[in-house]
């Protein structure tokens, strides 16, 4: 079972269980939605202490360094409303991704309530495959891998650079500011090599003027064909 599943699995078992849920979220989950440029986002959340007797929060812990949060009381009464505030660092953060929130309480029944965020960063720019592969001793053949622009703006490669010097690399553009297709090839897979060829871009977006895509050369698996 996946992260995700099983955090909605517990939330919904958790509700489902009389007496247990005191603190809960007028929503499932905390849906997160920053513009791909944004460093940083700030949330506030709603929720209810549907219990009959006061909840008091003792601690909150993030399960990610890139999440903080407060809520505006420490003691709920029954019935009352609170709110929650919260900022996340995207840094490089891209697509979907599944955080939590952890609330200690002095209710024995609900000594840790878990609040989940979903964070949701447009991507703009995407590099497939990421990692190009060879086998130690196989055959040294031009592999590609495509630079896709999929955000409003264009953006222009406007350089490659290799880690190693093991490898020979050239790229050519398709269509302009949208699709550029990279050829990389190693001059010899004797030896185990793991490198990198970073990407420079015009995108005004600070994270998007580097880019990074992989390539090995590995020892086959024994039984592999």
């Not at 489902?16 to 005191?22: K, S, V």
């Not at 903080?68 to 009464?77: H, P, S």
Request: with cysteine; charged share 25%.
């Amino acid at each position: 079972m996946n992260r995700p599943r099983a955090l909605t699995l517990l939330l919904a078992l958790a509700a489902a269980t009389p007496g247990a849920a005191e603190l809960s979220l007028d929503t499932a989950v905390v849906e997160v939605n920053p513009r791909p440029e944004d460093e940083t986002v700030e949330v506030t959340f709603s929720f209810t202490n549907k219990g009959a007797k006061p909840v008091r929060v003792l601690n909150l812990e993030s399960a990610c360094s890139c999440l903080r949060a407060d809520l505006d009381k420490a003691v709920y009464q029954p019935g009352e409303k609170g709110a929650g505030h919260a900022v996340f660092k995207v840094s490089t953060f891209v697509g979907v991704h599944e955080k939590t929130l952890h609330v200690q309480t002095d209710d024995p029944d609900q000594a840790e309530w878990v609040v989940p965020f979903r964070l949701t960063v447009p991507e703009i720019l995407r590099i497939e495959p990421k990692t190009l592969q060879w086998w130690v001793g196989g055959e040294a053949l031009a592999q590609t891998t495509r630079v896709t622009v999929t955000g409003d703006d264009p953006i222009r490669i406007t350089g490659i650079t290799s880690t190693r010097e093991n490898v020979e690399f050239s790229w050519r553009e398709i269509q302009p500011g949208r699709e550029y297709e990279v050829s990389v090839r190693p001059k010899s897979t004797e030896e185990v090599m793991l490198g990198a060829l970073r990407i420079e871009t015009d995108s005004r977006i600070p994270k998007y003027r580097r880019q990074m895509a992989f390539f090995s050369v590995y020892r086959k698996p024994e039984g592999q064909p």
